[in-house]
């Protein structure tokens, strides 16, 4: 579990930050992803065949200075990209179907996430490439 700033549990292993092919290695044997609202967590944990389970950060409890994870996971969960966990009780509703393989993405959405991710990368490496011929 990866932590950042927050206060490690008590009663699960836990580490500050975790590198890139630490979080693809949990994310690959994940049973349950539950994340916050950023859209590279969310993406990867798609990325790998799961429905993430995502808890917005919240600027009423300090966590950021607006509440833009939460206005763009409502977005995202009314499209079904991800289960959004508003409360304690939405959260082990949530990890109880995640425990009986109730959140992995079909493999048809799987597909569908591989090849956008792919076409996503091609369009950023040929704004790349565009960007060192100008120099």
């Known amino acids: 579990m990866q932590v950042g700033t927050s206060e490690p549990p008590r ?3 836990s580490k500050d930050y975790l590198t890139y ?3 693809e290695q949990y994310l690959r044997r994940a049973s349950v992803v539950v994340c ?3 859209p590279a967590t969310i993406t990867l944990a798609r990325f790998y065949g799961k429905l993430p389970v995502v808890m917005p ?3 009423s409890l ?3 200075v607006d509440d833009h994870q939460l206005f763009f996971c409502s977005r ?4 079904g990209a991800i289960l959004l966990a508003e409360d304690e009780a939405a ?3 949530a990890l109880e179907a995640g425990l009986q393989g109730k959140l992995l993405l079909s493999k048809r959405e799987e597909a569908v996430v591989i090849e956008a991710t ?3 990368g091609a369009l950023i490496e040929k704004l790349l490439e565009q960007k060192r011929i100008r120099r």
Not at 76 to 79: G, M, R, S, V, W
């Open 11 to 13: 009663f699960a292993p």
């Open 21 to 23: 092919e630490e979080m």
């Open 36 to 38: 916050h609202g950023g």
């Open 57 to 59: 950060r919240r600027k």
């Open 62 to 64: 300090g966590e950021g």
């Open 76 to 79: 995202l969960a009314k499209e």
């Open 91 to 93: 959260l082990f509703a």
């Open 118 to 120: 792919r076409k996503f």
